[in-house]
């Protein structure tokens, strides 16, 4: 992939363009390689003006807080894309409704909804990525997702046309949504209800002793390894694992959690082959003990 122009532009961009960057302390796992071009753009100006010189030459992703992505320990062939400061503004519109950039934290929103008395999105605070992942993801927990308090998107494609997608014209599924990949969400709208704030947090701190006591923190660790099957809430996967995968089962320093089956973890160096064989051993043998596939809900990047 030929990147003279991209180097040429990256002197006069507003945001930061660089080159074979590591990408390995900018997710959860610490795992990964290198990344052709990495790029931070400051402004919806900057992030349009790349996308047009870039021309779709080769892969984009997009990465929020890298709470649930896996790379590989091999170079990126493209672009990563991290939204900048600009992206991360939390707007009041009415006394019901919020405007958020997808760069802030999904904890942040739950924060500032809080503050101004707005019920709804307390589970939020118990999901540790951005809000364009929770869309891209359908982000949820406690019974409550994305879709239930999503008015609408504000995205643009990888050509650089900016538009607006409102919730009911999308299809939410069980951690995803049926939107084409080459998008990258901009911000988005949510609806709550008034309530106490006192009630608010009660309630988010109910919750978030609830994780707490029950998902490891403060690790090498992506969050929710595989999906819980669809239509089957008597199949969790940490019970599937539990009764399917040696709880000691290790490559290299990918580990199971001992606190969550469903939470693997790397030790210390793991290398993404590790994760990967450790992924593709847990999913055989629950296949062959239970007959459920499991299906993966940390992204692999590749």
Wanted: glycine fraction near 6%; charge should be positive; aromatic fraction near 10%.
């Amino acid at each position: 992939m030929e990147t003279e122009d991209i180097k040429k532009l990256a002197l006069s961009i507003d945001g930061d363009v660089l080159f074979n960057q590591s990408i390995k302390n900018l997710n959860w796992f610490n795992i990964g390689g290198k990344t052709k071009i990495f790029f931070k753009p400051n402004s919806l100006k900057s992030l349009i003006e790349y996308l047009k010189q870039y021309a779709l030459r080769g892969k984009i992703f997009i990465l929020g807080n890298g709470s649930n992505v896996l790379f590989d320990d091999k170079i990126y062939d493209g672009t990563v894309i991290k939204l900048g400061k600009s992206f991360s503004n939390i707007t009041l519109l009415n006394k019901e409704t919020i405007i958020a950039g997808t760069a802030v934290s999904q904890k942040k929103v739950s924060e500032f909804a809080k503050d101004f008395n707005i019920s709804g999105l307390e589970f939020m605070s118990c999901i540790p990525g951005s809000i364009g992942g929770g869309i891209r993801m359908n982000s949820g927990c406690f019974n409550k997702e994305f879709k239930d308090v999503l008015i609408s998107i504000q995205l643009v494609d990888f050509k650089g046309i900016v538009r607006s997608i409102p919730a009911k014209n999308i299809n939410f599924n069980y951690r995803s949504i049926e939107l084409p990949k080459d998008l990258i969400f901009l911000s988005a709208t949510f609806k709550g209800k008034e309530k106490l704030r006192g009630e608010i947090n009660d309630y988010m701190n109910e919750l978030n002793a609830i994780k707490n006591m029950n998902q490891p923190t403060k690790i090498k660790t992506s969050g929710s390894t595989f999906k819980n099957p669809i239509n089957q809430t008597d199949k969790k996967v940490w019970k599937l694992i539990r009764s399917s995968v040696p709880s000691e089962t290790s490559y290299g320093d990918a580990v199971i959690s001992e606190k969550h089956a469903n939470f693997f973890v790397n030790k210390k160096n793991a290398k993404s082959a590790d994760m990967k064989s450790l992924i593709n051993f847990v999913k055989k043998k629950v296949k062959d003990k239970t007959g459920i596939k499991l299906e993966l809900e940390i992204v692999v990047v590749e």
